[in-house]
């Protein structure tokens, strides 16, 4: 189905992550990020073609987060687009762009400060429905635990991490919360220096299952092996059994360590060797971005013979949205 | 750029209304989604991925509002993204769908959703959060002295004057008096608007579009399954997107950098989606325009960035009867257009079904006799993104 299309590379990576960043606002982190990513490839942003971020008006405290955003991204005068459903799928739209002909490139944004935001838990709580998840005061680390407790009562080991949060997280499980903004630049094989590129894409596959936590199954991942099961019908050579190394945003080390048993992958496959999600500062929101530009920078550190990462995220509470997205060091292998 | 063609078969949309107590959010969403289905002809089954429009949570309520909905939607297990560019999310949508289509991984699309923002207690108190809080949110700014800003400088740099816009409430809401789902049904008189409350001068009531509620879906499909379908859908033959500048105090003043009386950014995108089109003399080769203009000062130069009158020059063509039903050239907002109907995640989304509509044949009442090639057009921010489009009923040269 995608033969005829052409090759998408990601020519362009910069990450910003810090626990909490006082002296620059949000703005200015953006704008340090896309200025930083233009610079290493000799570009501005006159020479992009169309620009897709990905935030969170919640989390941002913006009403419209693209408003303030879209100047320091670069977007001014250009197609700029905010895919709000997570900073991954900003990552998938900007692929899809390319591969439906908009232009050369694009520059892909995701972030979130909620050092900024005088209550990030209370932006978590107003992401529920005000009928009865809203009343029970539901939010991603309580998704977490239940998601967590079901896999520990399925015979899981819980882990020796202190302090717990919420049964059976404890510190060490949970992911470390910060202040991120990435960019990266894609491109379109024929309009960059071949050797530029930092990785190929090679698909991606992304879904969101049911709102309800009742009515799901929360640790049979149904989101995430629907999206492999996107990109292994259409790019059969992208599936896990090729992969080298994974990088997960899992909403817990629990969930980290039940995906990549869940998933058909090959002995020896490198998982999240970029970092424990206690030790990398990020937000739910921008998460999965974040793992997979760890996917990205993976591939030059790859062993030999080793040639393919997929980066994996989940948005929503409990893995309700996953997407994947695979990469590779040379393209279509 | 060439083009991949991209067709339209489903157009639903529900009866605009101020308040509905009858439905939760995402049953209303539900019913968009339902509607275009129906229109279409296909069940949720048949659909490939959701692209889902809400423009700020913060109007519903509810954060990440697009995660309440998935199942209402019936995209549990599809590809689902939402988009949020502001005002112009509805569109900016149906152009990501396009997107999903063009691509080559899908045949199917479906983008549906809806709005209620008069269940927020002040959707302008809202709305001036949008600014920055430094500095030009404690103006205080909200869209309707923003655009008030706009109209001023028209009237000054055009000589244009209140009656100019009343022209355009006049008109849209005749039009609206024809659209059986328009918010906004009864006719009024230049005297009537005129003599409305002032809001912020010189905008009025009776220049303001309504705080509405309701919802709307759109199917797109590849040609390739038009074809295999024996499918007639209306075409998407070219589509623009462009942004502004955010700092309204960028386009006022001896170093603006762009004049807050014009939309010079939009008539940007207007001309990368007639260019893709084969569209080189829009008045003579456009039937029908569905242009996103919430208050009538607004529609005077949107008129003006599509190409339909030269600067300053729409008020003249109006007072004519240019742009209304029955009337000469090109008719703008037949269905009354956003001054009469503002959903705000689906305002845009309604533009461009409005359009489809008109070029298969299908939009009873306020029909534009003959209608083959549409243009549509939304705004998201503080006139800030813009998104345009042109359609048609074939695929031949426009």
């Known amino acids: 189905m995608m033969g005829n299309k052409p090759g998408v590379a990601v020519v362009a990576s910069v990450t910003i992550a810090v626990a909490s960043e006082s002296t620059k606002s949000l703005e200015e982190m953006i704008f340090e990020a896309s200025n930083s990513a233009l610079n290493s490839l000799g570009l501005t942003a006159m020479d992009i073609d169309s620009f897709v971020l990905g935030g969170n008006d ?26 709000a459903s997570s900073a991954d799928h900003a990552l998938i739209y900007g692929y899809l762009r390319l591969l439906a002909g908009q232009g050369k490139n694009v520059l892909v944004m995701g972030w979130a400060k909620p050092s900024e935001s005088v209550d990030p838990d209370r932006a978590e709580l107003m992401s529920c429905e005000p009928f009865l998840l809203r009343q029970i005061g539901m939010n991603n680390t309580i998704a977490a635990a239940l998601q967590a407790s079901k896999l520990v009562s399925q015979g899981l080991e819980t882990s020796n991490s202190t302090g717990k949060f919420a049964w059976p997280l404890g510190d060490r499980d949970l992911p470390a919360r910060g202040d991120s903004v990435y960019a990266l630049v894609l491109a379109v094989e024929g309009s960059f220096t071949p050797g530029e590129e930092i990785a190929w894409i090679e698909d991606a596959g992304w879904t969101t299952m049911s709102y309800e936590l009742g009515s799901r199954d929360l640790i049979d991942f149904s989101a995430l092996k629907i999206a492999i099961e996107q990109i292994s019908n ?10 080298d190394a994974i990088e997960i945003a899992g909403d817990s080390e629990f969930t ?12 020896g ?3 999240n060797k970029s970092g424990a999600l206690a030790d990398l500062p990020t937000s739910p929101f921008v998460s999965g971005l974040a793992r997979m530009v760890m996917a990205i920078n993976r591939i030059k550190h790859l062993p030999a013979g080793a040639n393919m990462v997929a980066g994996i995220g989940f948005n929503g509470f409990a893995g309700q949205g996953a997407a994947v997205v695979v990469f590779s060091g040379s393209k279509g292998e | 750029m060439t083009l991949v063609n991209v067709g339209i078969i489903g157009f639903g949309q529900s009866k605009f209304v101020r308040t509905r107590v009858d439905v939760t959010f995402p049953e209303l969403v539900r019913e968009g989604a339902i509607m275009a289905l129906e229109d279409a002809g296909i069940s949720i089954d048949d659909v490939d991925a959701v692209v889902y429009p809400l423009a700020p949570d913060a109007l519903i309520g509810v954060g990440n509002g697009e995660r ?15 988009v949020n560019n502001g005002g112009a999310t509805g569109m900016s949508a149906v152009l990501t769908a396009w997107t999903h289509i063009a691509s080559g991984l899908f045949d199917v699309v479906l983008v549906a959703g809806a709005d209620r923002v008069s269940e927020s207690s002040s959707a302008q108190s809202v709305l001036n959060k949008m600014w ?9 700014l909200n869209t309707i002295t923003m655009l008030a800003l706009s109209a001023q400088r028209y009237m000054h740099l055009y000589n244009s004057d209140e009656t100019d816009m009343a022209m355009v409430s006049v008109k849209n809401r005749y039009h609206a008096s024809l659209n059986p789902n328009a918010h906004l049904q009864t006719t009024v008189t230049i005297e009537e608007v005129l003599a409305s409350r002032t809001l912020a001068w010189p905008l009025k009531l009776m220049d303001a579009c309504p705080a509405s509620t309701g919802a709307a879906g759109l199917v797109l499909v590849s040609e390739r399954y038009a074809k295999k379908n024996s499918l007639k859908p209306a075409w998407i033959r070219g589509l623009g997107q462009n942004s502004e500048t955010y700092w309204m105090g960028n386009r006022v003043g001896p170093k603006a950098i762009g004049d807050h009386a014009d939309a010079d950014a939009l008539a940007v995108a207007f001309q990368l989606a007639y260019d893709q089109a084969g569209v080189s003399n829009p008045r003579e080769q456009i039937d029908v325009a569905e242009i996103y203009a919430p208050f009538s000062s607004v529609e005077l ?5 599509a190409g339909l009158a030269d600067k300053g020059k729409s008020p003249a063509g109006l007072a004519k009867g240019d742009f209304t039903l029955g009337g000469n050239g090109v008719t703008v907002n037949p269905s009354g257009g956003t001054q009469c109907t503002n959903p705000i995640a689906v305002t845009g989304l309604v533009r461009v079904g409005e359009a489809v509509n008109q070029v298969l044949g299908r ?11 549409a243009i549509a057009s939304a705004i998201g921010g503080d006139h800030q993104f813009y998104s345009t489009m042109v359609i048609c009923s074939d695929l031949e040269e426009i």
Do not use: C
């Open chain 1, 58 to 83: 919640q989390i941002d405290g913006r009403v419209i987060s693209i408003m303030p955003s879209t100047g320091p991204a670069g977007g001014v005068g250009k197609d700029t687009t905010m895919i």
């Open chain 1, 234 to 243: 259409r790019t059969p050579h992208a599936s896990p059994k090729n992969w």
């Open chain 1, 256 to 267: 980290v360590r039940s995906v990549s048993r869940e998933i058909e992958l090959k002995p």
């Open chain 1, 269 to 271: 496959v490198e998982i």
């Open chain 2, 68 to 82: 309440w909905v998935i199942d209402a939607l019936g995209a549990v297990g599809k590809p689902f993204m939402r």
């Open chain 2, 132 to 140: 920055d809080v430094g500095y030009e949110r404690a103006m205080p």
């Open chain 2, 301 to 305: 130069h949107v008129i003006e960035a």
């Open chain 2, 363 to 373: 939009a009873g009442a306020h029909q534009v006799d003959g209608a083959r090639v």
